[in-house]
C-alpha cells in the first residue's frame, strides 16, 4: 500500500513538473515571437525612412529643374522614377 501512495505522488509530482516546463516554453516562445516582430518592425521603418529621404533629395531636385510654372501640377510619376524606387527598396532591404 506504501508502494502504491508513493508511485501517485510521484506522478503527481511530475504531472506537475512537465505542466510547468510546457507554461515555460509557452511564454519563451511567445516572448520570442514578440522580439521578432519589433525587430522586423524597426528593421522596415529605418529602411522605408532611408528610402524616404533618398526619395526627397531626388524630388527636391527633380523640382528645381522643372520649370516653376509647372510645379504646382506635379504628379507622383513626374518626380519619383519607379525604377529608382525600386532599385532603392532593394539597396535597403
Known sequence: MMKGNKLKILIVVAGISLIGILLTQGMWLRKS????EKQFDHRADEMLANVVDELQTYADTSILIKN???AGNL???DVVDTTMLYSLLTKYS
Open 33 to 36: 515571437t514578440t522580439t521578432a
Open 68 to 70: 516653376h510654372s509647372e
Open 75 to 77: 504628379k507622383f510619376y
